[in-house]
């Protein structure tokens, strides 16, 4: 109850301010829980060897040292795999039909030089109209828009035209917060 009470007491922003506090309580909770069940795991295995038998103090640093490497290997694998960008070769029909899988074709669409060479008009029918047109220099500016699980990339991609044939393109990215 003197919870409940609480809660109605503190302002939306105190509310959410304690609900992000006890989250990252639980987070650090559940690290300390996998770090001493790996160390116990693996003073259990070092125990066996002959060497760390006599050795009780070098057993549990070991140990120790195992887990928190094992949480740290865990940690930039995990952030490894949720910050790489999904990859496939590019295909024009799959990036005209499917909005859903466009992302994952960006890379190799700007690694390749798919668009040079192209004319103005099979660009316009395959990414749209440009968001920027600037007659005078010849360049169509696209906005495309990648993502991984964290975070979405906004790509601005510069065609300059010769022609109405794509002669070279340049590309910025930046993080959309």
Known sequence: MYWVFLIHIFSLYWRNLLIQIMYLYLRIFILLL?????????KWQLGKIPFFKSRRKSLYVTS???GIMAIIVFAVGWTYFITRMPQEKFNETIWVNDIQERNKMIKDLLESDYLIGQKSSHIKA???KPEAVNHEEGVLTYTLIGHTALDWKII??????????????????RIAH
Do not use: C, N, Q, R
């Open 34 to 42: 996998i770090i001493t069940a790996i160390a116990f795991f693996a």
């Open 64 to 66: 120790g040292l195992i």
């Open 126 to 128: 395959v990414f749209g």
């Open 156 to 173: 601005s991609l510069k065609l300059f035209m010769k022609d109405s044939i794509v002669k070279k393109f340049t590309y910025d990215t």
